[in-house]
């Protein structure tokens, strides 16, 4: 049985990773597609600034969040006056660094997904005369979705295990931003925790195992579908 620091630690992770896919996914899905279609001045340093976050040290993209985001921010400031919304510190902004941290995965997945999309399958279409918009949803849209979902899992299971942005923009508030990497880091700074802080090792393990299986399932269980209706 889990200890009830151990539940508001795991519940807590999965609210945030949770709102954090759902907030990359659209825009995700976007930005692959527009790097996989287009060519267009700039592209390469578009793309630069999209996986930026996967080489900078996790703390820098937290101090980026806090000085654009925060009160005295630009835009923290208007958000604050005129929304009343305050990010830093809160889920919310526990969910946002996670969110940033796990938009590479997501569009680089996507993308490669896309661009192994059989572009004959989706002129044949518009020959049939179906439209840019209806071939997307219902040629290419099916054959991404491998991608989508390897993202999307990898993604969460990225959001899931964030701690440097999350500690920096958001901070490690018991019960409001301490999820399970910030619970055990707590926990190892305690002096006779060393037993609760294994627990929480294993539990994290676990949740990443279930999460990277999931993927890999889910992908295959799709692309036996596609595969099984062009058969």
Same mark, same amino acid.
């Not at 910030?182 to 925790?193: E, F, H, I, N, R």
């Given at each position: 049985m889990l200890t009830p620091l151990e539940w508001e630690a795991l519940s807590l992770s999965l609210r945030v990773s949770g709102v954090a896919v759902a907030a990359i996914l659209l825009p995700g899905l976007g930005m692959a597609?527009?790097?996989? @279609?287009?060519?267009?001045? *700039?592209?390469?340093l578009l793309d630069g600034i999209v996986h930026l976050p996967l080489v900078?040290?996790?703390?820098?993209? *937290?101090y980026l969040l806090l000085v654009s985001l925060g009160r005295q921010g630009t835009l923290g400031q208007w958000l604050h006056e005129t929304l009343g919304v305050s990010l830093p510190f809160t889920w919310q902004g526990a969910a946002l660094a996670g969110a940033v941290m796990a938009f590479p995965l997501l569009v680089r997945a996507v993308r490669l997904s896309l661009e192994s999309v059989d572009r004959k399958l989706e002129?044949?279409? @518009?020959? /049939? *005369?179906?439209s840019r918009w209806k071939t997307f949803l219902t040629v290419t849209l099916p054959l991404m979705l491998p991608g989508i979902l390897t993202g999307g899992v990898l993604a969460f299971a990225r959001s899931l295990?964030?701690?440097g942005a999350t500690i920096t923009f958001a901070s490690n508030i018991p019960g409001e931003t301490r999820t399970l990497p /910030?619970? /055990?880091?707590?926990?190892?700074?305690?002096? *006779?925790?060393e037993a609760a802080a294994a627990r929480l090792c294993v539990i994290s393990v676990i949740v990443a195992l279930i999460a990277l299986v999931a993927s890999e399932w889910l992908a295959r269980r799709a692309r036996r579908r596609l595969e099984g209706r062009h058969a």
């Open positions: 597609y527009v790097l996989a @279609r287009f060519d267009f001045p *700039g592209k390469t900078l040290p996790p703390v820098v993209v *937290g002129e044949a279409a @518009r020959t /049939l *005369g179906a295990s964030e701690f /910030l619970a /055990l880091y707590s926990l190892v700074q305690t002096p *006779g925790k």
